[in-house]
């Protein structure tokens, strides 16, 4: 079975955009910046996203910390994507960046290179470019596992699983 997840790392500059069945892409917006840009980043993840094409989406959650690459842009496309699957009523699960890295490696703080490095490892065939694409990846695996009831015997992802905000849904 299918399961049908879509994993999004969303960027301003490069948003990785994966599914579960193993492909992976990059929206790049060019020189748009703005609201243009980002109704631009928002519109091609809604190409991806047609209603009924995908049961479950996973967002990489926003950074905190973060104070640099214009933080407040960033928000406004978390929220305008967010926006737009929750029309498209596609359930939500919001992985925050440790778990991701967690799951993908079992370290919370492992860098972009190591994710990329365990996704080509784990994807041999699958043409994975960039971190953006890794990460994208990861998260529609992570989507996979917990739709699909995985039965994990791996500490690191359970745990990477377990902090999570799934969705409130009635299936899988």
Same mark, same amino acid.
């Given at each position: 079975?299918?399961? !049908?997840?879509?994993?999004?790392?969303?960027?301003?500059?490069?948003?990785?955009?994966?599914?579960?069945?193993?492909?992976?892409?990059?929206?790049?917006?060019?020189?748009?910046? +703005?609201?243009?840009?980002?109704?631009?980043?928002? !519109?091609?993840?809604?190409?991806?996203?047609?209603? +009924? !094409?995908?049961?479950? @989406?996973?967002?990489? +959650?926003?950074?905190?910390?973060?104070?640099?690459?214009?933080?407040?842009?960033?928000?406004?496309?978390?929220?305008?994507?967010?926006?737009?699957?929750? !029309?498209?009523?596609?359930? &939500?699960?919001?992985?925050?960046?440790?778990?991701?890295?967690?799951?993908?490696?079992?370290?919370?703080?492992?860098?972009?290179?190591?994710?990329?490095?365990?996704?080509?490892?784990?994807?041999?065939?699958?043409?994975?470019?960039?971190?953006?694409?890794?990460?994208?990846? @990861?998260?529609?695996?992570?989507?996979?596992? #917990?739709?699909?009831? #995985?039965?994990?015997?791996?500490? @690191?992802?359970?745990?990477?699983?377990?902090? &999570?905000? #799934?969705?409130? &849904?009635?299936?899988?």
């Amino acid at each position: 079975m299918n399961s !049908r997840v879509l994993g999004l790392d969303l960027s301003l500059t490069s948003t990785g955009v994966a599914s579960d069945l193993g492909w992976t892409d990059r929206i790049r917006p060019g020189d748009l910046r +703005g609201l243009d840009r980002l109704r631009y980043i928002t !519109r091609t993840i809604g190409d991806y996203a047609r209603t +009924g !094409r995908y049961r479950l @989406a996973v967002l990489e +959650g926003p950074s905190y910390g973060s104070r640099y690459g214009s933080p407040h842009e960033r928000g406004g496309l978390w929220w305008m994507v967010y926006d737009l699957l929750a !029309r498209r009523e596609i359930p &939500v699960a919001v992985a925050p960046p440790t778990c991701l890295k967690l799951w993908a490696t079992g370290s919370g703080a492992a860098s972009k290179t190591a994710v990329l490095d365990a996704m080509r490892r784990r994807y041999p065939h699958a043409e994975i470019t960039t971190s953006d694409e890794a990460d994208a990846l @990861a998260l529609a695996e992570m989507g996979a596992a #917990w739709r699909q009831a #995985w039965c994990l015997t791996d500490a @690191a992802q359970r745990r990477a699983l377990d902090g &999570v905000a #799934w969705p409130e &849904v009635t299936y899988r």
